[in-house]
Every structure is written in structure tokens, then in C-alpha cells.
């Protein structure tokens, strides 16, 4: 139900009313009233390019409106966070943190403020502002916001580059501000937390709802289709528009239980694997089939030192397995060694000791968290097909580029239009579904969901729960870890990784609680000690096994080879035609090769994970 204003609310410490803003042609809202009281927590949510941050700017009083009037409350302390902050230079972070704290209440001063927001926020006080990166600033701002004890918080996306230690520091830190809150987030686990009202920016209209973002899908599905009931007997062309956006919105979650079945099916797959070794609307398909043997990292190690001179453990005899079409995500605070990690394991960065086989067959492409830039002046039909023509080739079938265009909520008269004219979330959508139309079974994704709104979002979340190859990806979004991965792995930065079947929410239930000292001591009070259990002995590999498993790496090189050299014959365009006997023969030893390979693997894979469940058993 939507929020109707009453004269028993709070007054306000800051609105706008009736007000009008529009950059040239393009009007961002029109007639909007926004109101934050004490108490309130808000969530602004809308497309990219939609108009949030704009409106969020005009309430701070950063631009000016161009019609109805803005009100603050006389001595009411205002903090905004905007996207971009800014850094004057030859200041140190500290200094900068420090200016923006309030006058000292009875001569106590309240430098400890201070120390103790960026010990959370694990910034240096000494460094000059210029020499920090954007995400660094990003926290130096949160900071500044947080010791201003400000009676109103403005947040445009604040969770931005954060990690997740750092994003759940905030959000209880947020739900203790007695204040008033206003958040722009693409963190939808951060704004269900946080919120008890929506207001939502839909073409140029504010609407607003006096529940928060956890009832956002419902409502914003009954608002649409209550709006194009009215517009069908009004307009067929604007139910049509409607009905789109309706699609745009909720068509993907109709798909949403099979989805989770299905996760919930490949995670319980994970799980009796892991207990044998002890411990939009469309169809990605994987371009080759790789086989089931996507990497291995065996006893690998890398550390670091850094320009101060201390040691960095990124990894320390770390093992792992991944096989065709799990879906690892990969956690731990900012400077943990995350994408290092990643890097080793995909072979473009090389471990210290160790080693990491890629298997056969496999082809990866990388979405890392600098993007790939995008020539503004082109369009995204040619970005999609740079040597012309009008289609795309996904999963080895051709698609109309416009027609694959729409998979990733673009309309056809973007298609020829310039990228300089799309939003920011538009060009991140152009960035996947130029990555997906390229050869691959190993997508990587490091940090995909920084900047994307919760449309494109739930299109990635959608694409990859289709995918019928293998996923790595580093992420903070805890909403995405629980809807994607089979499992979590967490670096703690200090050399020890662990393994988790499962998203985030799994990894919390999984986790070992810390244990002080005094709970120790008190839970051993006046229990006489427990005698160790007598374990049985388990025998190792049999002879045959163990030399089996120690040949099998051998064999599957050879068949690697093998098949490397058979295609470099069939690559011969006059073979066939020059000698068709031998071009059979060598396609049916290439089918055969390929079974040969696969059940190599899948018996070095029985083998290994035997052979590691006896040690770890031994071991415990």
C-alpha cells in the first residue's frame, strides 16, 4: 500500500516539494515531494540514469531545482555521501576525517571519534588524500559522514567497493543512527536491512511506499499492473511501453523457485562430493564443452612484500578442485589476496610453489573490476559485431544482434543508437553481453556487481543461474553469493583459505564460532577430561590403485595431445576431398579420444578425492 502523509508524522528536517528538475529534453522527475524525518530509513531506488542520484543532490542542496521549493530544518546538521567525493589535495585523511566532527560538547574533545572509524574502515590517517584510489576515498567520505553526528544522512551508494567485514560494520552502525536516512544501494541485502520506506523514481515520477525495499518487487508488480490496466483502455501503444517494463521487472522472477531448485540441487551435489573427500530470458550455454576437470591447484603458495617492507600471505599450501559446472564464489576483506587467488588459479598469475593444471578444453573469459571500456562513439550493434553484419553466435547458433539485445533489457532503437547516450547500467549491460557472446566454459568474474542497479542485477543473477559452464567470482554482494554459488571460499588474507558448500547465509551457519579464553576455561570447569577416541585404522590406497592414480596424469597428457594433433589434420580444408578414408579415420578416433579423456577424468578426479578423504581421516 502506498505511504499516504499524515499531519501526525514527524515533521521533516529536510524535503523537497513539488519540485521539477530536467537536464535539456530529458526530464529526471517531475512535481517530486520527499520528505526525511527523524527515525525514517529510506531507500531511493530506480534505473540507472533514472534520476536517483540527482534527486539525492537536489535535497543536499548541492544543485538547485528548477521548479517547487526545498525546506530544511533551522540548525539540523545535513551528511551526504555523494558517488564521487571530493578530495582536496595535500591533506591528510585524518585531518580531513577530523575537520568534519562537531563542535566539542563541554571542551571534550573527540579526536578518539576519529582513530576509531579508520581502524573500521582500515584507512591509513597519514596518506595525502590525492594519493587515494576511488574506493579508498569512498570510505574516507563514509568516514567524514559518520563523525559529523549529523540529524540526517544522505548515502549514494555507500557499500560501493567495500568488503563484506566493512558493509556489515556499516549496516549496524546505520541501524544504531537515530537519525534520519536516505540510501541509494544496489546492495539489496544492505536495503532490506536498513529500510522502512521505499520511494521509487519510474519515468519522471516519484512514488512512494510506507514499507521498505523487502516489499519493493510486490509493489512495484501491482503498481505496473494497475497502470497498464488503466493505459490499455486509454492507449494501446503506452500499455504496450508499460507492459515492457512490467516484463523488464518480473518477468525473470516467475523463474526464480526452478532456479533455486536447481541451486539447491548442484549445492547438494557439492556437499556428497565434499563428503567423499572428507571434508532475462534466455539460456547461456557454454560455446565448448570442456571436460569435467576445469582446474586443479595443488599445495600452491604466494606472498607478497610490500613497499613498507611487511609480508603479505596470500595463500599458504592451498589445494583445491573445480569441476565442469560449479559455481565458486570467493570472499574476504579488501587486500586479502582475492584476485590474486583468482588469477593463479585461472594461470595468469604463477603461484611461489606449487601447481595449478588447467583442464582440457578450457576457455575463459574475465570480467575483472576495471572493465573493459567501451568506444562511446560506436553503437551496440557494432560493439556486438565489430566486422559487420547483423548477427551473434551464442552457444553455436546464430542470433540477430537486436534480438540478443533484448535479452539484456535493451530496446531496438538502442541498438543503433550512440553508447555515449546510455546510462552507466546500460553500459554495463552492453559490457555482459559483449563477454557472453564470446568462445567460453569458465566465466570469471571479479567484483561484477560494483555500479550495476538492481535490474541489471537480477539479468546477470538470471544468466549465470543458465549457464551451463563453470563460474569464478569475487563478489561483496551478498544477495548474489546466496543466488549463484554452490559454494564460498574464504581468504582470510593471513594464508589459511576455506571451502564452504553453499552462498554467504550457508557460510555463517558453517563457520566455527570464535572461542575466548574465559568460555574455554568455564566450559572445562568440573568435567573430568575425555579419553580420545580409539580410531581405527584406515588403510591407504591399495597398490593398484595408487599406481593407477599416479599413471593417470600421464594418460590424460597424452590424450591431450593426441587430440591437439588430430584437429591440426582436420584443419587441412582438403582433406575430405583428398582422402575421405582417412578423414573418417581420424573423426572416429577424435570421438574416441575424447570419451578416452573424459573417463580418465573422471576416474583420476574418484581416485584423488579417495585418496584425500584416507589422509584427512588419518590426519584428524
Same mark, same amino acid.
Given at each position: 500500500?502506498a505511504e499516504?502523509?499524515?499531519?501526525?508524522?514527524t515533521?521533516?528536517?529536510?524535503?523537497?516539494?513539488?519540485?521539477?528538475?530536467?537536464?535539456?529534453?530529458?526530464?529526471?522527475?517531475?512535481?517530486?515531494?520527499?520528505?526525511?524525518a527523524p527515525g525514517?530509513?529510506?531507500?531511493?531506488?530506480?534505473?540507472?540514469?533514472?534520476?536517483?542520484?540527482?534527486?539525492?543532490?537536489?535535497?543536499a542542496?548541492?544543485?538547485?531545482?528548477d521548479?517547487?521549493?526545498?525546506f530544511?530544518q533551522?540548525?539540523?546538521?545535513?551528511?551526504?555521501?555523494?558517488?564521487d567525493?571530493?578530495?582536496?589535495?595535500?591533506?591528510?585523511?585524518?585531518?580531513?576525517?577530523?575537520?568534519?566532527?562537531?563542535?566539542?560538547d563541554?571542551?571534550?574533545?573527540?579526536?578518539?571519534?576519529?582513530?576509531?572509524?579508520?581502524?573500521?574502515?582500515?584507512?591509513?590517517?597519514?596518506r595525502?588524500?590525492?594519493?587515494?584510489?576511488?574506493g579508498e576515498?569512498?570510505r574516507?567520505?563514509?568516514?567524514?559522514?559518520l563523525?559529523?553526528?549529523? %540529524?540526517?544522512?544522505l548515502?549514494?551508494?555507500?557499500t560501493?567497493?567495500?568488503?563484506?567485514?566493512?558493509?556489515?560494520?556499516?549496516?549496524?552502525?546505520?541501524?544504531r543512527?537515530?537519525?534520519?536516512?536516505?540510501?541509494?544501494?544496489?546492495?539489496?541485502?544492505?536495503?532490506?536491512?536498513?529500510?522502512?520506506r521505499?520511494?521509487?523514481?519510474?519515468?519522471?515520477k516519484?512514488?512512494?511506499?510506507?514499507?521498505?525495499?523487502?516489499?519493493?518487487?510486490?509493489?512495484?508488480d501491482k503498481?505496473?499492473?494497475?497502470?497498464?490496466?488503466?493505459?490499455?483502455?486509454?492507449?494501446?501503444k503506452?500499455?504496450?511501453?508499460?507492459?515492457?517494463?512490467?516484463?523488464?521487472?518480473?518477468a525473470?522472477?516467475?523463474?526464480n523457485?526452478?532456479?533455486?531448485?536447481?541451486?539447491?540441487?548442484m549445492?547438494?551435489?557439492k556437499?556428497?562430493?565434499?563428503?567423499?573427500?572428507?571434508?532475462?530470458?534466455?539460456?547461456?550455454?557454454?560455446?565448448?564443452?570442456?571436460?569435467q576437470?576445469?582446474?586443479?591447484?595443488?599445495?600452491?603458495?604466494?606472498?607478497?612484500?610490500?613497499?613498507?617492507g611487511?609480508?603479505?600471505?596470500?595463500a %599458504?599450501?592451498?589445494?583445491?578442485?573445480?569441476?565442469?559446472?560449479?559455481?565458486?564464489?570467493?570472499?574476504?576483506?579488501?587486500?586479502?589476496?582475492?584476485t590474486?587467488?583468482?588469477?593463479?588459479?585461472?594461470?595468469?598469475?604463477?603461484?611461489?610453489?606449487?601447481?595449478?593444471?588447467?583442464?582440457?578444453?578450457?576457455?575463459?573469459v574475465?570480467?575483472?573490476?576495471?572493465?573493459?571500456?567501451?568506444?562511446?562513439?560506436t553503437?551496440?550493434?557494432?560493439?556486438?559485431?565489430?566486422g559487420?553484419?547483423?548477427?551473434?553466435?551464442?552457444?553455436?547458433?546464430?542470433?540477430?544482434?537486436?534480438s540478443?539485445?533484448?535479452?539484456?533489457?535493451?530496446?531496438?532503437r538502442?541498438?543503433t543508437?550512440?553508447?555515449?547516450?546510455?546510462?552507466?547500467?546500460?553500459?554495463?549491460?552492453?559490457? &555482459?553481453?559483449?563477454?557472453?557472446?564470446?568462445?567460453?566454459?569458465?566465466?570469471?568474474?571479479?567484483?561484477p556487481?560494483?555500479?550495476?542497479?538492481v535490474?541489471?542485477?537480477e539479468?546477470?543473477?538470471?544468466?549465470?543461474?543458465?549457464?551451463?559452464?563453470?563460474?569464478?567470482?569475487?563478489?561483496?554482494?551478498?544477495?548474489?553469493?546466496?543466488?549463484?554459488?554452490?559454494?564460498?571460499?574464504?581468504?582470510?588474507?593471513g594464508?589459511?583459505?576455506?571451502e564452504?558448500?553453499?552462498?554467504y547465509?550457508?557460510?555463517?551457519?558453517?563457520?566455527?564460532?570464535?572461542?575466548?579464553?574465559?568460555?574455554?576455561?568455564?566450559?572445562?570447569?568440573?568435567?573430568?577430561?575425555a579419553k580420545?577416541e580409539?580410531?581405527?585404522?584406515?588403510?591407504?590406497?591399495?597398490?593398484?590403485?595408487?599406481?593407477? &592414480?599416479?599413471?593417470?596424469?600421464?594418460?590424460?597428457?597424452g590424450?591431450?595431445?593426441?587430440?591437439?594433433?588430430?584437429?591440426?589434420?582436420?584443419?587441412?580444408?582438403?582433406?575430405y576431398?583428398?582422402?575421405?578414408?582417412?578423414f573418417?579415420?581420424?573423426?572416429?578416433?577424435?570421438?574416441?579420444?575424447?570419451s578416452?579423456?573424459?573417463a580418465?577424468?573422471?576416474?583420476w578426479?574418484?581416485?584423488?578425492?579417495r585418496?584425500e578423504?584416507?589422509e584427512?581421516a588419518?590426519?584428524?
Amino acid at each position: 500500500m502506498a505511504e499516504r502523509p499524515t499531519s501526525s508524522r514527524t515533521p521533516p528536517l529536510i524535503a523537497l516539494r513539488g519540485a521539477d528538475l530536467a537536464y535539456g529534453d530529458k526530464v529526471l522527475f517531475r512535481d517530486a515531494d520527499i520528505a526525511v524525518a527523524p527515525g525514517d530509513r529510506i531507500c531511493l531506488v530506480g534505473r540507472n540514469g533514472g534520476g536517483k542520484s540527482t534527486l539525492m543532490r537536489a535535497l543536499a542542496g548541492e544543485i538547485e531545482i528548477d521548479k517547487g521549493e526545498r525546506f530544511t530544518q533551522p540548525g539540523a546538521r545535513i551528511g551526504y555521501l555523494p558517488q564521487d567525493p571530493p578530495m582536496p589535495p595535500g591533506v591528510t585523511v585524518w585531518s580531513h576525517v577530523a575537520a568534519a566532527l562537531p563542535e566539542e560538547d563541554q571542551g571534550r574533545p573527540r579526536e578518539h571519534e576519529v582513530d576509531a572509524v579508520l581502524v573500521h574502515l582500515n584507512l591509513d590517517g597519514d596518506r595525502l588524500l590525492e594519493t587515494l584510489s576511488g574506493g579508498e576515498a569512498r570510505r574516507v567520505a563514509i568516514a567524514r559522514a559518520l563523525v559529523s553526528k549529523p %540529524d540526517v544522512l544522505l548515502l549514494d551508494e555507500p557499500t560501493n567497493h567495500l568488503d563484506l567485514p566493512t558493509v556489515e560494520w556499516l549496516e549496524s552502525e546505520l541501524q544504531r543512527f537515530r537519525g534520519g536516512l536516505l540510501l541509494i544501494s544496489h546492495d539489496r541485502a544492505f536495503l532490506r536491512k536498513l529500510s522502512n520506506r521505499t520511494y521509487w523514481i519510474d519515468r519522471a515520477k516519484l512514488r512512494r511506499n510506507s514499507t521498505g525495499f523487502a516489499d519493493f518487487a510486490d509493489w512495484a508488480d501491482k503498481v505496473l499492473e494497475d497502470e497498464e490496466a488503466e493505459n490499455r483502455r486509454m492507449d494501446k501503444k503506452i500499455a504496450e511501453e508499460t507492459k515492457w517494463l512490467r516484463e523488464g521487472l518480473t518477468a525473470r522472477r516467475k523463474r526464480n523457485m526452478g532456479r533455486v531448485r536447481n541451486l539447491q540441487g548442484m549445492r547438494q551435489e557439492k556437499v556428497e562430493r565434499l563428503k567423499r573427500q572428507g571434508n532475462v530470458q534466455f539460456t547461456l550455454k557454454e560455446t565448448d564443452r570442456s571436460g569435467q576437470l576445469v582446474l586443479e591447484a595443488l599445495d600452491i603458495s604466494k606472498r607478497y612484500v610490500t613497499d613498507d617492507g611487511r609480508e603479505t600471505v596470500i595463500a %599458504d599450501h592451498f589445494s583445491t578442485l573445480v569441476r565442469r559446472k560449479e559455481r565458486i564464489g570467493f570472499i574476504g576483506r579488501n587486500g586479502a589476496g582475492k584476485t590474486s587467488l583468482l588469477r593463479m588459479l585461472i594461470g595468469t598469475e604463477t603461484p611461489d610453489t606449487g601447481r595449478v593444471r588447467i583442464g582440457f578444453g578450457v576457455e575463459t573469459v574475465y570480467f575483472d573490476q576495471k572493465r573493459e571500456s567501451l568506444n562511446p562513439d560506436t553503437t551496440p550493434w557494432a560493439t556486438l559485431c565489430p566486422g559487420g553484419g547483423d548477427t551473434v553466435e551464442i552457444g553455436g547458433r546464430p542470433r540477430h544482434v537486436v534480438s540478443y539485445l533484448r535479452d539484456f533489457l535493451f530496446e531496438e532503437r538502442q541498438a543503433t543508437s550512440p553508447i555515449n547516450t546510455l546510462s552507466g547500467g546500460e553500459r554495463n549491460r552492453l559490457l &555482459l553481453a559483449r563477454l557472453f557472446s564470446q568462445n567460453h566454459n569458465l566465466v570469471v568474474l571479479d567484483e561484477p556487481t560494483n555500479d550495476l542497479d538492481v535490474e541489471t542485477l537480477e539479468l546477470l543473477e538470471e544468466v549465470l543461474s543458465d549457464y551451463d559452464g563453470t563460474i569464478l567470482l569475487v563478489s561483496h554482494d551478498r544477495d548474489f553469493l546466496d543466488r549463484v554459488v554452490t559454494s564460498t571460499v574464504v581468504v582470510d588474507g593471513g594464508g589459511e583459505i576455506q571451502e564452504y558448500v553453499g552462498g554467504y547465509t550457508d557460510y555463517l551457519r558453517q563457520r566455527p564460532a570464535p572461542v575466548s579464553e574465559t568460555s574455554a576455561r568455564e566450559s572445562g570447569k568440573g568435567a573430568p577430561a575425555a579419553k580420545p577416541e580409539k580410531k581405527p585404522a584406515l588403510a591407504k590406497l591399495g597398490y593398484k590403485e595408487q599406481r593407477e &592414480l599416479d599413471g593417470l596424469p600421464d594418460v590424460i597428457s597424452g590424450l591431450e595431445s593426441e587430440i591437439e594433433t588430430l584437429r591440426e589434420v582436420f584443419a587441412d580444408p582438403e582433406l575430405y576431398t583428398r582422402d575421405p578414408k582417412k578423414f573418417a579415420r581420424t573423426s572416429d578416433r577424435m570421438t574416441a579420444a575424447a570419451s578416452e579423456l573424459e573417463a580418465a577424468e573422471e576416474r583420476w578426479l574418484e581416485l584423488e578425492a579417495r585418496r584425500e578423504a584416507l589422509e584427512e581421516a588419518r590426519a584428524g
